[in-house]
């Protein structure tokens, strides 16, 4: 880390926290022994009117030993991939539920809620290549707007009340520029393909909380300050407008701010970050953690410390967002590291395993998992 990002980082109220803890060395390469649970991380969560729960896939759901700690931690379910257009709509107009149905039924079995991710994805990246390959013809606009309509209505028919949050729109602000991202659908519509979606959504389901969630995180720095930007002018512009935005989700995929070598997370802005999520409040927004991990590819390799440092970090974050009342619900994105998405989207230099999650590969809680139980009982009660 350069000179002035340690002294930044420092500086920070919400990063002492995290550097007060962890950075000594130690050799000994084997994980922290944790206690096993009593109580799960929902039972604690919900003692404070918050849910709590993870990002469930296929993969998961078919693997027995998440599902048992599922039981054990989760109140709240949602599908990793199974609910994006790409798998519910994989051709136009041809419907396919059975992935996510099968994830929504274990929810149900275990008296877990669910929460829905997500109706529109806005980024050229993450739409089926259908979409992305459409021939709008020769009155884009409207084409554009029953694409998304027809596939936003018949996903939130199909579930009804059984899926009370969804987020609406996903990324739809580019994390560079804070500008609307280019799509197959944003070139016609421009910002009005997030509000056809929402408006969609909350047609087919009154009652349900509609969220815009995004990535935008308290990083330091330019890229960091415009993307927040992006998305309080976004959320402002739909307010404006009457747009039916109940809530913003906040990923929490933390840590991407480290670089390799770096020993650490980066440079972090809390007092702009407070003043992002008080000026969303101020809109009358609530808040949910929809998506925690923590990237570690910027720290040692020694595993005691990476786990150590990943668990302050956690806890900082946590006990900063949970002072926010407004949140009502911590998911994370994943349960165990092996099959995180980190492993391949963040690896690490080294080529070592990332431990971004609160399970280890051998089904073990982490440190992790401690520091989110720890701020579970330390926040204030919503
Ligand atoms: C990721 C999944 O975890 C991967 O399996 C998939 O290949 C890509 O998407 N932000 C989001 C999530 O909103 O949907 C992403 O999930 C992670 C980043």
Same mark, same amino acid.
């Not at 599908?79 to 396919?96: I, L, M, Q, V, Y």
């Not at 809620?113 to 997500?118: E, I, K, P, Q, V």
């Given at each position: 880390m350069a000179e002035l990002d340690r002294r930044h980082l420092l500086a920070a109220p919400f990063a002492l926290a995290v550097a007060g803890c962890g950075s000594t060395a130690n050799n000994s390469p084997a994980p922290i022994p944790q206690p096993v649970p009593t109580e799960g991380l929902h039972a604690l969560a919900s003692q404070k009117g918050v849910a709590f729960g993870f990002a469930m896939g296929t993969g998961q759901f078919n693997d027995p030993r998440v599902r048992e700690i599922a039981k054990l931690e989760?109140?709240?379910?949602?599908?990793?991939?199974? +609910?994006?257009?790409?798998?519910?709509?994989?051709?136009?107009? #041809?419907?396919?539920?059975?992935?996510?149905?099968?994830?929504?039924a274990f929810a149900e079995q275990n008296r877990m809620?669910?929460?829905?991710?997500?109706l529109f994805w806005a980024s050229p990246r993450w739409l089926p290549r259908w979409v992305t390959n459409y021939d709008l013809g020769s009155a884009p606009a409207s084409k554009a707007a029953s694409l998304i309509t027809t596939h936003v209505q018949t996903v939130a028919r199909h579930y009804g009340d059984r899926i009370p949050t969804w987020d609406a729109v996903n990324e739809a602000i580019d994390n560079d520029t804070g500008q609307l991202r280019d799509t197959v659908l944003s070139k016609p519509l421009g910002v009005q393909c997030v509000d056809i979606a929402f408006r969609a959504a909350r047609e087919a389901l009154p009652k349900a909380k509609l969220v815009y969630n995004d990535f935008m995180s308290w990083d330091a720095g330019r890229t960091a300050a415009a993307h927040r930007d992006g998305v309080l002018r976004l959320l402002e512009g739909m307010k404006a407008r009457n747009v039916p935005v109940d809530a913003l989700g906040i990923q929490g995929h933390?840590?991407?701010?480290?670089?390799?070598?770096?020993?650490?997370?980066?440079?972090?802005?809390?007092?702009?970050? #407070?003043?992002?999520?008080?000026?969303? #409040?101020g809109m009358g927004l609530t808040f949910q953690i929809t998506e925690l991990d923590v990237q570690d590819r910027g720290?040692?390799?020694?595993?005691?410390?990476?786990? #150590?440092?990943?668990?302050? +970090?956690?806890?900082?974050?946590?006990?900063?967002?949970?002072?926010?009342?407004?949140?009502?619900q911590v998911l994370t994105w994943g349960l165990v590291d092996h099959q995180s998405w980190v492993q391949s989207f963040f690896p690490r230099a080294d080529g070592l395993p990332v431990r971004p999650l609160p399970y280890d590969a051998n089904f073990q809680p982490k440190p992790m998992r401690e520091a989110i139980a720890a701020a579970f009982r330390a926040a204030p009660a919503r």
């Open positions: 989760c109140g709240l379910i949602v599908c990793e991939n199974e +609910h994006k257009w790409p798998a519910t709509e994989p051709a136009e107009g #041809r419907f396919d539920f059975r992935a996510g149905d099968a994830i929504v809620a669910m929460r829905g991710h997500t933390i840590g991407g701010g480290g670089q390799p070598g770096s020993g650490g997370f980066g440079a972090l802005d809390e007092s702009a970050w #407070r003043r992002f999520l008080d000026e969303a #409040r720290l040692p390799a020694e595993v005691t410390t990476r786990d #150590r440092e990943v668990a302050a +970090h956690t806890k900082a974050f946590l006990d900063m967002m949970l002072s926010y009342k407004e949140v009502d």
